[in-house]
């Protein structure tokens, strides 16, 4: 993720980005020659200056000299929260740059350092379903569900993580709790109508499909998978017509379109 994942799932929190700019005030010059001192002040505007230079690397979208700044601010060991927050500020930067591997382990080092951040494990779980790691992504979920279970990005993340590791059971109940205080997110009722199909609950499945295209109706994804379930249900040729619809509603999305024509072709006329 998707997997939709830089698209849809990585975390661009406006709360930490606003930390980050904001984390704390120039650092005065210290009234000592204390070598000690001069040493620690040099390193403490070093930070300063690599966090600007990197967020406003990040804001053009050059990952590449973000990167670069956001690793040199952790190399320098910051205290907290510039840590961790360089570390996340890092684990993006990679993300974007598809180096997975690298910003799972920025992510997991940021977690290290503040075993509550949850924005770092919203993307460590994005990361982790990008690079297959099911098991992990699993656990970090389960663990950001524990803390804040009533959240929806919490819940979406677990039962995103569940439905991909075959576990249908509890992507149906993350994404069902996740509906009942947030009915309008129609990319839940979409899950969540994927997890039902996975259980044989075709009614189901096809109540949160129409329920997904009621509030977004050229969700060519759920067009496609209402004319699956429809064809499973025995309905041909109201299959066909949500295949057509799916087409007209894929130009985007070439693969999809491809595929929503071939079903559609292969649905016998009435």
Known sequence: ???????ALLVASAEIRAAAQAYSPATPVP???SAPALRAYAIAREVEERFKLGLDADARGDWTAAAAEFARVAALRPPEPKGSTALYDLAIAYAHLHRYDDAARALRAALALDHEFLAAMA???AVDLSR??????RAVADRYVALDPQSARALYSRGLVALHAGDAATARDDFGKLLHTNPSYAIAHYDL???EER???YDAAERELRAALE??????RARFALGVVLLR????????????????DASADPALKNVAAAMRDAIKGP
Do not use: C, K, W
């Open 199 to 201: 259980l044989g609950n």
């Open 1 to 7: 993720m998707r997997v939709l994942l830089l698209a």
């Open 123 to 125: 993307n460590l779980i």
């Open 132 to 137: 297959g790691d099911l098991q992990e992504a």
């Open 233 to 248: 249900e025995g309905h041909h040729g109201a299959a066909r017509d949500e295949f057509s619809r799916a087409m007209a």
């Open 193 to 195: 109508a994927l997890a």
């Open 215 to 220: 509030l977004a109706p050229a969700y060519a």
């Open 31 to 33: 009234r000592t020659t």
